[in-house]
Structures are given as structure tokens and as C-alpha cells.
């Protein structure tokens, strides 16, 4: 089983940059594949990175590509999502899961088996 805690988040102008964490429990995390999702009120849940359980080969939506970047340390059981030239739209709730073991990364939020339970991030204009 693998918990996760997610932390980073807070309010920034647009423009500006967010480093969010996620940092799980338990000596599996380097069998899983983690995925960054995000959620805006009254929105679907959305995708917006994935990594391989390696922490090699990452997938972005075009709606963040160029501006995010998914990074997976397992040798300190910790996944980092760096957000670059934020706008208001990317105001949400920000969640990471881990899909495993020995599973690829997925943009399907239905693939995940475990959840953080999120860390708000609000862009200002």
C-alpha cells in the first residue's frame, strides 16, 4: 500500500511558479507510476502529468505542456511537480496517485489505485 501527501500549494500572480510535492509512505513507491490530476470547482477531475514507475518517460495534456514538468525521486520516495508561467485557469485542487505495481503512467484518473488528498494551488491575475 502506498500513501501519499501532497504539499506546495498556495496563491501566486500569474506568471509566476509552484513546486508541488508528493510524498508517500511505504518501500514500494519505486514500482509506481505517479500521475498529477487537478480539480476546479464545479469541473472533471483533469490530468495533468504522468510519470514511469522508473521515473523516466512523462506525459503532459497540451493544456500544460512546455509549462509543467513531472519529476519521480525514489530514492527519496518523493514525486515533484514544477509549474511554470501559471495562469488563472490553472486555479485548482491539485492531486497526485500512484498506479502500480509495475504499471505504466496513464492519463486515466480511473487507473490510479491510491490518492493524496490534494493541496490547493489559486493563480491571481
Known amino acids: 500500500q502506498v500513501q501519499l501527501v501532497e504539499s506546495g500549494g498556495g496563491l501566486v500572480q500569474a506568471g509566476g511558479s509552484l513546486r508541488l510535492s508528493c510524498a508517500a509512505s511505504g518501500r514500494t513507491f519505486s514500482s509506481y507510476a505517479i500521475g498529477w490530476f487537478r480539480q476546479a470547482p464545479g469541473k472533471e477531475r483533469e490530468f495533468v502529468a504522468a510519470?514511469?514507475?522508473?521515473?523516466?518517460?512523462?506525459l503532459y495534456p497540451d493544456s500544460v505542456k512546455g509549462r509543467f514538468t513531472i519529476s519521480k525521486h525514489n530514492n527519496i520516495n518523493t514525486a515533484y511537480l514544477q509549474m511554470n508561467s501559471l495562469k488563472p485557469e490553472d486555479t485548482a485542487v491539485y492531486y497526485c496517485?500512484?498506479?502500480?505495481?509495475?504499471?505504466?503512467?496513464?492519463?486515466?484518473?480511473?487507473?490510479?489505485?491510491?490518492w493524496g488528498q490534494g493541496t490547493q494551488v489559486t493563480v491571481s491575475s
Open positions: 496517485a500512484a498506479r502500480g505495481p509495475y504499471r505504466d503512467r496513464s492519463s486515466n484518473a480511473h487507473e490510479y489505485d491510491y
Open positions: 510519470v514511469r514507475w522508473t521515473g523516466g518517460s512523462t
